[in-house]
């Protein structure tokens, strides 16, 4: 697909109605949506409940299959799948994080992990499903080591963060473990290659041109070199890091900051997802839902990223996450306040013709 | 007076007389009435202080002139003036506004809660906590802060 040359449009496919309180998380489940099996995308919520649902190959539209429930006694803030699609992580504001294992489709409860002193926040899997990260009110982010017969220890409780996180990202190739937080930063975290010893690497703040708000959310391109990350401060930061120099283990390579992104955004931007083939997404608390892509003009100062399309009233309320698919066919879902979720996909405009 | 108030003696002020909102006779009953000032005034002016037995209106921690509306943009903005620079309750009193005008606005509202300039000590860290959703949604699924908001509440749906 060409950026350039013509003018694009989020087209909503379907609105999945089913929670009755706001929708805070999304996961497309790995593997699903490519050579013949179906798309299948979780949804968690202040409902207490996480959604599964699965598109029919037969007519496309989205179904709820199933509904995880009577585990979590409070809001379920975030989930995420292991690589492998096998196993469900969902983080809770009642303090635990619960892992529930997909057997032929029926989702049955594994264990709950418990250990962080009120809300988890998020939660994130490694990219060999090996370790498993969470974060939340109490300050601290865990790593916790994936154990066979489902059985998880916590190697290393994370301290350096002045106030709440609310978000841990792994990185999408290396074991490093990224952090943001209300305190402003986005901590960066290496093992000493043990495994158990965990320090951070790296603080991105205001002083490296960081955010100078609340650090909502972050995301990597899928060559991992690049991080977009958005905050409160109205802003969303691209960052970049020569990761070959890191992974032929010569040496950290600190992140620094590429570009900022101001001015598209008047309200929190609680969301961004970076999409395969490089669509940055954006769900914000002004009920739309932005896209960006890289731009050629300006290479000469290095790499600048163009707004590809807003989509205005994209919900009725608040976007908390926007979620891009690895399907075939890419699709776009977003979470909002209003309780729904819908599926988007990006087009060029019908009716223009391609130059 | 109990001492361990944060402010003991709190300088009360005259309620201002209830408005009626237009002159009948000369009105569309069927036009959309936008939301105004006074509306959302009076959906706040009657939460009780969470220390005293006055309201907000009779403590001006609110008045109706620090109310930003924009209707056309689903738009408002509240700002709440402590009684005392160091008032710890000034978290509590902001969580009764956001919480008072989600359940009275419509949803598709947008609303910003924040104290005067310069009337608190600790101004940014208030503001800043006031406007986290998810704070302030991890706050509302604490029994403890919902019964005390309740409370605050409770007179100013009468």
């Known amino acids: ?355 | 007076m109990v001492s361990s108030l944060i402010n003991a003696n709190p300088v009360v002020y005259e309620k201002k007389e209830r408005r009626t909102r237009s002159a009948p006779g000369d009105v569309d009953e069927y036009a959309v009435e936008p939301i105004d000032q006074l509306e959302i005034f009076d959906h706040i002016r009657d939460i009780k202080d969470p220390e005293h037995p006055y309201t907000l209106e009779e403590l001006k921690v609110v008045t109706e002139d620090a109310i930003e509306v924009d209707d056309k943009h689903s738009y408002v903005r509240v700002t709440f003036m402590p009684t005392v620079e160091h008032c710890s309750m000034a978290t509590v009193i902001g969580l009764c506004l956001r919480v008072k005008l989600m359940r009275s606005l419509p949803p598709r509202y947008k609303v910003d809660i924040r104290v005067a300039p310069g009337t608190h000590a600790t101004e940014a860290a208030v503001n800043k906590q006031l406007n986290d959703k998810e704070r302030v949604a991890a706050a509302l699924e604490n029994p403890n802060i919902v019964d005390m908001v309740d409370e605050c509440l409770a007179a100013s749906y009468e």
């Not at chain 1, 539209?61 to 995420?80: G, W, Y």
Request: glycine share 8%; hydrophobic share 35%; proline share 2%.
């Open chain 1, 1 to 355: 697909m060409n950026f350039a040359d013509e003018n694009f449009e989020l087209r909503e496919i379907q609105r999945l109605d089913g929670h009755t309180d706001r929708v805070w998380g999304l996961a497309w489940k790995p593997a699903t949506g490519v050579e013949g099996v179906p798309a299948v995308l979780a949804s968690c919520s202040g409902d207490k409940t996480v959604r599964i649902w699965q598109q029919s190959s037969v007519s496309g539209s989205f179904q709820c299959k199933a509904v995880l429930e009577e585990k979590h006694n409070r809001t379920v803030r975030s989930c995420a799948w292991s690589p492998s699609g096998k196993l469900l992580a969902t983080a809770s504001f009642d303090g635990t994080t619960a892992i529930w294992e997909d057997i032929g489709g029926d989702y049955s409860f594994v264990c709950t992990l418990e250990g962080h002193e009120n809300e988890v926040k998020s939660v994130s899997w490694n990219a060999s499903g090996s370790l498993l990260a969470t974060c939340g009110r109490d300050k601290s982010v865990w790593i916790w080591d994936v154990l066979p017969q489902n059985y998880f220890d916590c190697v290393s409780v994370l301290q350096g963060h002045t106030q709440d996180v609310k978000m841990v990202k792994w990185h999408p190739s290396m074991d490093i473990l990224f952090s943001c937080s209300y305190d402003n930063t986005i901590k960066v975290w290496a093992g000493d290659g043990d495994g158990d010893d965990w320090y951070c690497v790296q603080t991105l703040d205001e002083s490296n041109s960081g955010h100078t708000s609340t650090v909502w959310a972050l995301s990597f391109n899928a060559s991992g070199d690049k991080m977009v990350s958005c905050s409160d401060d109205l802003t969303i930061k691209i960052w970049d890091s020569d990761i070959t120099r890191t992974q032929s283990g010569e040496g950290y390579a600190p992140w620094t900051h590429l570009c900022t992104l101001s001015g598209y955004h008047d309200r929190t931007i609680f969301s961004v997802h970076w999409s395969r083939d490089g669509i940055i997404s954006s769900g914000a608390a002004d009920d739309a839902i932005r896209l960006f892509v890289e731009s050629e003009d300006g290479l000469v100062d290095g790499p600048t990223y163009k707004l590809l399309l807003k989509k205005e009233k994209a919900h009725e309320m608040d976007i908390n996450a926007v979620q891009w698919s690895s399907t075939e066919n890419r699709l776009l879902a977003s979470a909002s306040d209003d309780g729904t979720v819908k599926i988007w996909d990006v087009g060029p405009k019908t009716g223009q013709k391609k130059v």
